[in-house]
Nanobody, 119 residues
Framework: QVQLVESGGGLVQPGKSLRLSCATSGFTFRLFTMNWYRQAPGKERELVATTTTTGGTTNYADSVKGRFTISRDNAKNTVYLQMNSLKLEDTALYYC????????????WGQGTQVTVSS
């Protein structure tokens, strides 16, 4: 059974940091591109950060570039999102996503973890 379980969200003041984790099981983690998405109330889901299978390449939304860092540990089947200098507009439900295309698309989602930035 595929599972992606996010953790690490919470309430934080602007300028502070949080580290999200996504622990996975039930699929071959090292073969999947891993992504973090977020969705704020009334807005569409947004791709925040991506890391390729080895972690050698990462990409970020312009809105988080220079503040967020995605990383992965293939030995622990876990992906992380380090979020620094948090802003009010970072408030959202953050989702972990696994994606691989091999003959067909394989895609899995976590349930999300809430991040609220408020003074």
């Amino acid at each position: 059974q595929v599972q992606l379980v996010e953790s690490g969200g919470g309430l934080v003041q602007p300028g502070k940091s949080l580290r999200l984790s996504c622990a996975t099981s039930g699929f071959t983690f090292r073969l999947f591109t891993m992504n973090w998405y977020r969705q704020a109330p009334g807005k569409e889901r947004e791709l925040v950060a991506t890391t390729t299978t080895t972690g050698g390449t990462t990409n970020y939304a312009d809105s988080v570039k220079g503040r967020f860092t995605i990383s992965r540990d293939n030995a622990k089947n876990t992906v992380y999102l380090q979020m620094n200098s948090l802003k009010l507009e970072d408030t959202a439900l953050y989702y972990c996503n696994a994606r691989r295309y091999y003959l067909k698309l394989y895609e899995y989602w976590g349930q999300g973890t809430q991040v609220t930035v408020s003074s």
